[in-house]
């Protein structure tokens, strides 16, 4: 039963979020504080105890960064010594002649994709992010509509392909043919991610001004644009790395008995932690003593890199304890209360309960997990739906408008150098483009199998 309680837990979650945003938007303030303040008054006015609120804040903050700054620093490294090389000029280069500079927009969804595939989203745009800026510079284009098609990319096969971890977890849960699913994610992610990218970035982009002077993009612009740059396939190899290491980690248990040294092994390298690692010392050999620098000077730029990333990564943390701080003090649970008492068909109920996790915690993971440990029960007794479908319905409803809770919105606004109401026009509005779409193929899907 839906009671006053529930109700007022997500009026009290609502009111947070637009008063964090107009504490940011119109009161100018800081946006770390602004998070935290929220955080506090939410917690508060929902009850929680007073002993508990900055634990659970500070346990949000901590669980995000344990993941986060890893990736955001190792990314930024290894973005630092693609941009001094040239290999990230490179690769845009290449881009440019194969697509043509009218439709790079087309080359930017289809990488995105590509290297989204075997990793977490936050990893794939750090190691995206140094092309994305040398593609818009080159071609003298909108880092809308450069970036938000390579976003969109990342966050399609984040949520709805196998074999990205998040989207398998979703499939193993519904006891769902991965195989099966691999293919109707396909036929549903791939449109998708053509009208949430470069279609929507084109519709968009006119009506962004981006401010001329970016810092992140200005750490990653080449000091010499005449230097020998290093080779397609070369800088290729050194991108795509850790990538690969990702798809043998996820494939251990098809390679290598479970349990065994080989297994746990190609699960440690795999893993996206070790794998960045093992790629940024690797691009301190491809793209640094083979393009003539000295230790000194790749220390110094994997020093210098890492100042402009200081404020992206509290930021990050501190959406982290915003979203700790909606599960605990029970507005999760009154949403999960507020769906499962809706009455609706089970493919909605499973976007729709996803959907509503991923607006409260900001994680598309958590929502996906929560929302199919939900249903998979319910969809045990019930007729008529594929599990392959209520995998990627789940996965859809995960990747509903990003806002101020989730990490990926303060990746994207402060690599983009956009204001909060302009990262929500673009990057927010491109998620739920991605969610209802995703909802309506799916839907399309289950009348014709």
Known sequence: MIDHHNIFLLVAASVSVVGLILLITIFKLNPFISLFLAALSLAVVTGMPFSTIVHSFETGVGGTLGHIAIVVALGTMLGKMMAESGGADQIAYTLIRIFGEKNIHWAMVVIGLLVGLPAFFEVGFVLLIPIAFTVARRTRTSLILVGLPMVAGLSVVHGLVPPHPAALMAATIYKADVGRTIFYALLIGLPTAIIAGPFYAKLIAPHVTLAADNPMAAEFADPDPNRKLPTFSLTL???????????????????????????????????????????????????????????????RFSNECLAPTASITLLVGAGGGFGRILQDSGVSKAIIVVALHSHIPLLLLAWLLAALMRLATGSATVAMTTAAGIIAPIALHSTGVHPELLAIATGAGSLIFSHVNDGGFWLVKEYFNMSVAQTIKTWSVCETIISVVALLLTVALSLVI
């Open 237 to 299: 190899l050194t991108i795509l790395l850790p990538v690969l290491l990702m798809l043998i980690g996820s494939w251990a248990d098809a390679i290598s008995r479970p349990g065994n040294m080989m297994n746990e092994s190609l699960h440690f390298i795999g893993n996206d932690d070790m794998a960045l690692l093992i790629g940024v010392l690797f691009s301190f050999f491809t793209l640094g003593k083979l393009s003539g620098f000295t230790r000194d000077t790749i220390l």
